[in-house]
């Protein structure tokens, strides 16, 4: 997937205020219309047009977009870092692609899940729902915890720039959560209209990368290196899991890729889920002369052919 530079789609800087971007676009659209336009890509030109002017005339979209940065260039292969929209506060989501326009790769991948609800029109209306995307630590979802959340929203100046308005909220964790999950908070969404009640903020749980853990819905996975006699042999360990470290028996003869099953030492919940040590060889380094001689003495001690399954 290709990255799209949205602004140099209309030629213009990223401060440009709102009223730029749609002076741009009304210019460069009448040019392009298929209806009018001359040029052989036209039509393509027109899409790319639309979509850019989707994203950018929506202050939500636009300042979700420049969470990225200026450091992709178009046409750079691209993919959404992990949680790129975490702690960005969305109104009603889906925002995406219910309009029926067959929006590109990089659209969907960014906006494709969201898409805004209408409101209804009211003297007395509930506020929106407003939707953020906040990441936790494993351990959180283990002990539970009371976190301090910053959450930021676009707003426009007077200017017409996009700005960013931030607030920060208390959040109870509860233990045994698990990724993608929603928190609700009561009250917390967009302020109602005339006497109607506020709308909710729901946040969506997302785990921070762990340099040891891996989750599968609550099941956890821990990659093990273990010595060639360690697992010839069999062996206890003591290893690490996210309430604190346990022993662990491997049994002689253990292979690589072979699953231990730490049965209910996963994220907590009824039932709770299942730690898994995933075995790795790790073969100790032969720099010194008696090192080496080990190696040797091994080689002629086995018989053994780890290529005999092969043919040829």
Known sequence: ??????????????????????????????????????????????????EAYAVLKDPEKRAAYDQMGSQWKAGQDFQPPPGWDSGFEFSERDFGSGDGVDHSDFFEALFGRQARGARRPSMHARGADHHAKVMIDLEDAYRGAQR??????????????????????????????????????????????????????????????????????????????????????????????????????VPAGSAAGHRLRLKGKGIPGNPPGDLYAVLAIALPPANSESEKEAYRAMAKTFAFNPRAHMRG
């Open 1 to 50: 997937m290709k990255f799209k530079d949205y602004y140099e789609t209309f030629g213009v800087p990223r401060s440009a205020t709102q009223d730029d971007i749609k002076r741009a676009y009304r210019k460069l659209a009448r040019k392009y219309h298929p209806d009018v336009s001359k040029d052989p890509d036209a039509e393509a030109r027109f899409k790319e047009l639309g």
């Open 148 to 249: 301090s959340i910053s959450l930021r929203a676009p707003a426009l100046d007077e200017q017409g720039h996009v700005t960013m308005r931030e607030r920060r909220l208390e959040v109870s964790i509860p233990k045994g959560i698990r990724a993608g999950q929603h928190l609700r908070l009561a009250g917390q969404g967009e302020p109602g209209l005339g006497e109607g009640p506020a709308g909710d903020l729901y946040l969506e749980v997302g785990f921070n990368p762990n340099p040891q853990f891996r989750v599968d819905g609550r099941d956890v996975y821990l990659d093990l290196p273990l010595a060639p006699w360690e697992a010839a042999l069999g062996c206890s360990l003591t290893v690490p899991t996210p309430e604190g470290s346990v022993q662990l028996a």
